[in-house]
């Protein structure tokens, strides 16, 4: 029985509401076959609002020393955008070199699609986590005046673009075997083409993978018309941000989308969350949907390598959506109604 | 009765298809009141592949001295991605500073959306169309190496920002007064904070519109969740490129989506051109649905200030779609049912 030492970071709003059931369902999976010690981390907007903290150095290094980190949500109006995404979330995610941004979207039996016609959605999208245009490089001069020039930087690499490129192959190869790689080469002919250069090398490597190649705009058309065409979408950061929130959407909302920002080396943890927000509105009132967060905990586990107990959690939030997916029901009465099914 | 000088780009594939209907249509709606005299500009792939043309400094001089252009389609697999985007459309749009890209997304009545309960769907897009990561900035050192990087770099002016803000204002107060700008400033500081300061500033000339703000990837996610809550979208040239795609998806299909390439300010034509491409498969069998070049003649009239006249194929478009929507016809066929209805 190994033991585990997990961060916990449950952040804002419905994040600390929906962090504890996760937990709950985390222990229970893994009962007798491993231990976890969290270590709970005050960061977020409420901690920044309080007394300016965004993420202590000692905080960053004692997070790098855990095996896994799990995130619940970071967010809050009254913090002007770009400080907590910055110097929190992308700072962990830039700081522990978790490349990998692992994606899946999948339309559960029993969960109401705004489409029509959704058919069998289940594809993962691989979006690079650490390069493009979320390097934080860019600036302005002249601010505030109307000689105001502002810029931004997409910096790519073809080690960056090449260790994506090889993960979503290997995960191919345990899937559908098709990956389709998503950009706008035909504008961003610089680093559009080194994409696809890295692709069709990687590609060598792996015979029985089929590739192909759409540009990002006709991407979110296929999203919505024909998702189940999809099995494997590899994308730089942006562009993957984009195809993972509409198809969040088209899977019945991003309350059942989880995503792990992987350090596929793991030199450093790796970092599991919903990839939905704090949600302010609701907040605080405890009827957030604990499912998505639950299914960060089965990426977790996969991720430590208890594919069987992920297994069974991915199977108890599908039969307790189909179950009772249209009941009306508070945070920790689904949480329950999930742990009882493990 | 006035005369307009009109530079007609049929390009390839569909483009030469569907452009005879739409001039066909253009004539028929305007009878008394305006001539139009065209001049034909074989630009695209078909002349790029058998002369290498991408378009000559002579046709770029010509273009510039007409009134409008009415532009079909561009492109084939054979050109390598980027050249007739970079070299011809992008060298167009910013060579005669077509800072307004205008894109309607509309769900017409009889067209069968993908979505479930789609509303009533009938918005904007003032897409930026001379900036940002459009402009070709960027470069790559060390190409087809390990060590290779490839930068793209956005530049944003407070000029261009403003221009674009206040038309977007300008258009909703003759619509329901309601602008979202939709950008990714928690990521994107730089240009997502000007944007934003834009915004704020050029609102206030416009007290009786409302303004919100969405992050690109929520945009995503309403547009297929609640696309009738918009009214006018502001945005930038790559995050309007992908936003009216998908857009274009959730209304039935680019195949009714026009838009309009706008200098506001005159000093250079405008151009005109459906937001769907050459569709190679369809290619030649004279069966592409000709109905967004005809949308987009009406933007070309109303640009030059014929608005009942644009109305009128709007009308006919719709009245068209409502009684045949579902038949099979060929191009022309369509072309010559909507010609009827003038
Ligand atoms: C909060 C933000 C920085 C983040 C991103 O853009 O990556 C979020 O949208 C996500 O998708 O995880
Ligand atoms: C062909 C391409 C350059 C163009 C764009 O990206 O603007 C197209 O996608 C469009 O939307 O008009």
Redesign the interface.
């Known amino acids: 029985k190994k033991t585990y030492n997990i961060a916990v970071i449950p952040g804002d709003g419905i994040g600390k509401e929906i962090t504890p059931e996760a937990q709950a369902v985390l222990e229970k999976a893994t009962e007798g076959v491993a231990e976890f010690n969290y270590t709970d981390f005050d960061l977020g907007a409420e901690r920044y609002l309080s007394d300016g903290t965004i993420l202590p150095d000692e905080d960053l290094e004692l997070i790098k020393k855990q095996d896994a980190i799990l995130l619940g949500a970071v967010g809050d109006p009254r913090v002007k ?2 400080i907590l ?2 110097g929190l979330l ?1 700072k962990l995610r830039f700081a522990l070199d978790q490349y990998i941004n692992l994606r899946p979207s999948k339309l559960y039996k029993g969960v ?6 959704p058919g069998d959605i289940d594809f993962v999208v691989v979006r690079e986590g650490t390069e493009g ?2 390097c ?1 490089a ?3 001069v ?18 960056g673009a ?1 260790r994506v490129a090889r993960y979503a192959f290997q995960l191919a190869m345990k899937r559908k075997k098709h990956v389709t790689l998503v950009h ?11 994409w696809q ?1 890295v692709v069709d090398k990687v590609a060598q490597e792996f015979p029985e993978v089929e590739h192909d190649y759409l540009h ?3 991407a ?2 296929f ?3 024909d998702p189940s065409r999809f099995d494997v979408i590899l994308t730089d950061n ?1 562009f993957g ?6 198809a ?3 899977v019945g ?2 309350g059942y989308s989880a995503s792990g920002n992987i350090n596929a080396s793991n030199e450093y943890p790796s970092m599991f969350e919903p990839i939905h927000g704090s949600a302010p509105d609701i907040a605080g009132k405890g009827i957030a949907n604990p499912t998505a967060a639950i299914l960060s905990t089965a990426m977790l586990l996969r991720h430590l390598g208890f594919d069987e107990q992920a297994e069974r959690i991915d199977a108890a939030v599908q039969a307790d959506i189909l179950e009772k997916g249209s009941t009306q029901r508070t945070t920790h009465e689904v949480g329950q109604d999930i742990l009882a099914r493990l």
């Open positions: 955008a770009g995404e910055r992308l109401t699609s705004p489409l029509a016609n245009l979320y934080g860019g600036g302005a002249r601010r505030n005046t109307p000689n105001e020039v502002a810029t931004e930087v997409s910096i790519n690499t073809w080690f090449e706008k080469k035909n504008v961003l002919t610089n680093a559009g083409d080194m250069r990002v705009d006709a979110t058309i999203i919505v018309t942006l941000d984009i195809l993972t929130d509409e969040g959407a088209v909302g991003v």
